[in-house]
């Protein structure tokens, strides 16, 4: 079936760095994706999401970007720092699935002093 | 905003007896509730989707005896895990949406319960 993917399990950075997560979706229909935190031991955490009539939001440290025709979603960390350090989900909505989330498999980022 | 909270946080128990775990939205109504396990470096997959006043829905896979979800409030919804064997040990996790907001398909999640069958 069709699902959300990652592409690299593990990213290290070192810390004032910039890091860069990305994920792949196969669904189309898509049409709201979300990035989730998740530090060791605790539910996911909001970061940022976006619609598919969008192609770039910004927050604060944090940008995502959504490129429709390869299906492919990225998280943008400014200056990243070392509580930045946990798992990355994205998370992916179809229309019509009253908000139901398929999420991908997670990125591990790995901030290095 | 849009808090969620769970109870327990641990919980570790015998093979055959059952356990609750609840959910909360603290500050908000929510009129979906969903539920999740997860297991050690894995994703989140979803058991079920709890709507407030109706029964729940699972999942394929997801046996509903077992996993027994109630929703009696816009703010409560509960998963009973009914006779847990070790393989039942896992990280369960809740989220809400946000009632009445259609323009947003936000989840908030919960702290998560970590569940250990003896």
């Known amino acids: 079936g069709e699902s959300v993917g990652l592409h690299l399990p593990t990213l290290s950075v070192q810390e004032g760095d910039n890091s860069i997560i990305n994920c792949a979706y196969s669904n189309s229909a898509s049409d709201y994706f979300i990035w989730y935190k998740q530090e060791s031991g605790k539910g996911p955490q909001f970061i940022i999401d976006?619609?598919?009539?969008?192609d770039k939001r910004q927050g604060q440290r944090v940008t995502v970007l959504l490129n429709k025709t390869v299906k492919h979603l990225s998280l943008q960390i400014a200056a990243t720092q070392p509580g930045d350090s946990a798992v990355y989900f994205c998370a992916e909505n179809i229309p019509g699935t009253a908000s139901k989330l398929t999420f991908g498999t997670g990125t591990r980022l790995q901030v290095t002093l | 905003g849009a808090v969620v909270s769970q109870h327990p946080s641990r919980v570790i128990c015998k093979s055959g007896t059952s356990v609750k775990i609840e959910c909360r939205s603290l500050d908000f109504q929510a009129t979906t509730m969903f539920w999740y396990r997860q297991f050690p470096k894995q994703s989140l997959m979803l058991m079920a989707t709890?709507?407030?006043?109706?029964?729940?829905?699972?999942e394929q896979g997801v046996e509903k005896d077992k996993f027994l979800i109630n929703h009696a409030s816009l703010t409560l919804s509960t998963l009973t895990v009914t006779s847990a064997h070790p393989e039942d040990s896992s990280f369960y996790i809740c989220s809400a949406s946000l009632a009445g907001d259609l323009s947003t398909d936000t989840q908030y999640f919960g702290p998560g319960t970590r569940l250990t069958v003896l």
């Open positions: 709890s709507n407030e006043g109706s029964k729940a829905t699972y």
């Open positions: 976006i619609r598919s009539n969008m």
